[in-house]
């Protein structure tokens, strides 16, 4: 689609936005203090965004009970791989661009916190085995080495109203789920098929 007012400078932005405003520029920390490391222990979902060897980003869910992500020190963060699809995006994206950005939820929460930071994929014993869930140990971890950590207020989530329902998709998400990835692989496989596989998987292979 071709649009015909664009805004392409940074100045054309700001003629309709205005500056922040100055505690909203200074709340970023370089370090993580007694609040960060909090909400850390109560998240159990982030968002990692990372950027591939052509600019293109993406980013990826990661999910456990509270607590999964472990702050090792002030300015460094470890979160384990759990068995998934196998595409590794992140993971491949930091070899090549090692710089990423984590958003933290907590549900029922209506703020979030944001870090970035340098990350690296790390296999230490000591690191893994403390993430060990079901008898399970990662094969390795993501270490971020935090450049920034900051809260982001909770107007979008508000606007959202996220956490007022649990229903979701009305308990179909499977179902749903395997439809829109049949649509995809039509001559592979067909949406029962599909189905079958996500319930298996998810029963077999949370860790």
């Not at 205005?18 to 850390?40: G, M, N, Q, Y």
Request: aromatic fraction near 8%; include cysteine; charge should be negative.
């Amino acid at each position: 689609m071709e649009f015909t007012d664009t805004i392409t400078t940074v100045d054309q932005l700001r003629e309709l936005l205005a500056p922040p405003s100055e505690f909203v520029t200074e709340k970023e920390s370089d370090t993580l203090d007694d609040h960060s490391r909090d909400f850390i222990g109560r998240s159990p979902f982030v968002l990692i965004a990372s950027t591939d060897a052509e600019g293109r980003v993406d980013i990826s869910p990661k999910g456990d009970p509270p607590g999964f992500v472990r702050v090792l020190d002030d300015t460094t963060i470890a979160i384990p791989d759990r068995p998934g699809n196998h595409r590794a995006d992140t993971f491949e994206n930091v070899l090549r661009h090692p710089f990423v950005s984590v958003i933290f939820l907590v549900p029922g929460t209506k703020f979030t916190l944001r870090i970035r930071g340098r990350a690296s994929i790390v296999r230490d014993a000591w690191l893994r085995e403390s993430m060990t869930v079901g008898g399970r140990t990662p094969e390795f971890a993501l270490a971020i080495d935090l450049t920034t950590a900051f809260f982001h207020c909770g107007k979008c989530i508000i606007r959202s109203e996220l956490w007022s329902s649990a229903d979701g998709l009305g308990g179909r998400d499977e179902r749903l789920l395997a439809e829109a990835m049949a649509s995809q692989l039509a001559d592979i496989v067909t949406t029962d098929e599909m189905h079958e596989i996500i319930l298996d998987d998810e029963a077999k292979r949370l860790y």
